[in-house]
């Protein structure tokens, strides 16, 4: 399911910081843009068949991207 995941975090605009193992568990370490996560638990227990579970914090503020500015400026004026 690995690849999976993280293939997953990646189309979230996710960076993968590092990855480990916790026991049995493999355990991603990744900062994802909380705007991108909405749904996400959904997505992780379909992709894993219920096996993987998640957890949240809060690490920094970030300027948008670019393109993910125009988007949103389009988005909210109409244009």
Known sequence: ????VIGDLNSRRGRILGMSQRGNAQVIDAEVPLATMFGYVTDLRSMTQGR??????????????????EEVVARVTGL
């Open 1 to 4: 399911y690995m690849g999976d």
């Open 52 to 69: 993987a579970t998640s957890s949240l914090h809060f690490s920094h503020y970030a300027p948008v991207p670019p393109a993910v500015q």
